[in-house]
């Protein structure tokens, strides 16, 4: 039995609410070995006093060792087994430009390339082309059409984009037709399974069609395609948990995610003051609300220590908008460690603040990585965090009599 | 391979003792946050000796937020996975009044209940009726017969009864009959499977020949049926560990769980002198014994702080008389917690003590939820607890060359 099933049969409704704020990337490490890490660094007043009246602990976003992309991430503070349920570079690359993917949606990240008058790649970024030329070029790709089938072509980012493909019962085990080097031809695209078949027939022709469109259109005529991908069956909040959930995300990666687990995705402005009041106009219709801020991952990714201090400091500042409504359970975690000295998500525990009335207090009076370390709540596989979050709120009956 | 599996493998025999102390409900909380448990506030001399010769930790129930019943909790304890062997609620009722299941029968909790003359339920409880009346009721319903049965019905308490079928090849997967609420009829008994369709239809003719039965004693003039269940097929302790195992203790639903995992139950008296000398009778006969100490969970379930305190401080007493008989491994723990704050079981992790000459000391020195976050055990599954007593009973092997 899964602990999902187990959910299924526990969940209990009452009128309790529960935070999960997710700082990204929250976790991190001293510059120096001994020192302090970005979290003990920063002065978080708040934090703290949440830390000293509520729990902490350390979470393993998939298993011992392994650094989680923001899906896997996500997936795993949301409850949802991270190695159960995959989520496709495609889908993910959708979800991050807010496409609202559907369940007959086979999605695909296609990067513009440069091939030679043999069909031979000779450049697999196009020379990495602007985003208004690769924009542009979508909008010519976007007006192929292919019978029985819906086309959508969206750009990302210079020269990335994503494809669309839309009809009733497409599988999605499609091979890469990127080779992931120069010198040679894009592969063909080749069905992983019967059910799929008909998906790689589609991407054939639309390849061929597009090869006319951009065969004018040097260096980026051309283009590969990867992670072809339908976006993973997820049980609902609603389902699995009883919840009424709502997302709370600026970046439209974030959002894409909540949507995969059927939260409300609401209007978050731009701001962690917007965030707030949004969290204050929305508080009496969700039960849960998943609030997400960005900067702590973005300035970690960019190696700025004390810049990652400094918006840990500014997170810590929101708290109290946060806490004033009272929530019954309040999380503060993250979705994976993103240490500014290595510039990237590393494999770290995560740190967990868990503040509920009924928690089991321990020593522990600051919100960092070592206290969570003496935390209460122990090491634990990121996907029982949400177990934790209902026990609680009081939303779980007892198991077996 | 569970490890179930593997102790079968490694299991070794050896003439060392076992003793596994059950304070029932034995973790709790603080009155205030930042205060001391129960357990940190009982003066415990003879724990904490223990503690300090012995290696601490937490163990969970089930799974991290997941509050266990009683069957779960002590399942658990035995070492059986409590999501792999589940036993219902007319099991547990059954267990409960010390009726002896066997393997061919299906036990089902009755709640009397009132109905009027169009057979629509008009009180759930029929009133509340007294044990006296209950049990008058069960000695008529008990003479019912049907053909190729054998029938049990027995008073529980108040309006509660259980009724056994028994007969080879019944099968236990029959739905509820209450309805759980009035205003309309109780359901017919369905079976959820074909090997219990005759279940089914052994119930719904002893329902009938019961309507007849009681049609003159309302309030309680019908009854319905609820966790309809045979016992789950549990290896017994001898196969799985390799040990001669009895259990002592005082209530019926702690014998009866310690039944279905094949213990010898003994003569546990009434007091926890009277379990402490039939440990002492009964130590030459056994390999491993089960004390069960149920007043730390009644007093917790009361909410009743110095009531579980003075229960705890009464069980410290007792612990010299166990250690007098030197047993090799001595563990004390309990099924779940019940904190007083909390009147009722909860999820938080339970406080676990193991004490035996080739322990890892740590540095912990008194038996406490606090010191338990420090102890060398860690937080851990509860189902890994007896192959940790195995282990430090030196009655497992190396596991490959």
Request: neutral net charge; proline residues 6%; glycine residues 10%.
């Amino acid at each position: 039995m899964t602990h999902h099933e187990l959910l299924r049969e526990l969940q209990l409704k009452n009128k309790s609410k529960i935070v999960l704020l997710v700082a990204d990337g929250l976790g991190g490490l001293p510059q120096q070995p001994g020192g302090k890490t970005e979290l003990e660094t920063a002065r978080t007043p708040n934090l703290d006093a949440l830390a000293t009246r509520g729990v902490l602990g350390l979470s393993t976003p998939v298993l011992p060792g392994i650094t989680p992309g923001s899906g896997p991430g996500h997936l795993g503070l949301f409850g949802y087994d991270p190695l159960e349920f995959r989520i496709g570079r495609g889908v993910l690359e959708a979800l991050g430009i807010d496409f609202d993917l559907g369940p007959d949606d086979v999605a695909i990240r296609g990067n513009f390339c440069t091939i030679d008058s043999q069909g031979i790649i000779t450049d697999r970024r196009a020379g990495r082309i602007g985003s208004d030329i690769g924009k542009a070029l979508c909008q010519k790709l976007d007006q192929i059409k292919i019978l029985g089938v819906e086309v959508f072509v969206r750009p990302v980012k210079e020269y990335r984009l994503v494809i669309v493909f839309r009809a009733a019962g497409l599988g999605g085990a499609v091979h890469d037709t990127d080779p992931q080097k120069t010198g040679v031809a894009p592969l063909d695209p080749v069905a992983r399974n019967a059910a799929s078949q008909r998906t790689a027939d589609i991407a054939r022709e639309f390849l061929a069609k597009a090869r006319e469109v951009l065969k004018g259109d040097a260096p980026a005529n051309f283009f590969t395609m990867r992670g072809i991908d339908k976006r993973p069956s997820i049980p609902t909040f609603e389902e699995v948990y009883g919840l009424r959930p709502a997302a709370i995300a600026v970046y439209p990666m974030y959002r894409g995610l909540a949507r995969l687990v059927s939260m409300n995705v609401l209007d978050a402005g731009q701001t962690l003051a917007d965030q707030c009041a949004r969290l204050e106009a929305a508080w009496n219709d969700f039960d849960f609300v998943f609030m997400h801020y960005k900067y702590t991952d973005s300035t970690g990714e960019d190696g700025n220590f004390a810049g990652k201090v400094q918006r840990l400091e500014e997170l810590d500042a929101a708290i109290p908008r946060i806490t004033a409504l009272k929530p019954d359970v309040l999380i503060v975690t993250g979705d994976h460690s993103t240490p500014s000295k290595m510039k990237s998500h590393s494999f770290h525990p995560v740190p967990v603040l868990l503040a509920a009335d009924n928690c089991r207090t321990d020593a522990c009076t600051s919100f960092g990585e070592a206290q969570c370390l003496q935390g209460g709540l122990g090491q634990f596989p990121a996907k029982y965090l949400m177990t934790l979050g209902l026990a609680h709120a009081g939303r779980l009956e007892k198991y077996g009599a």
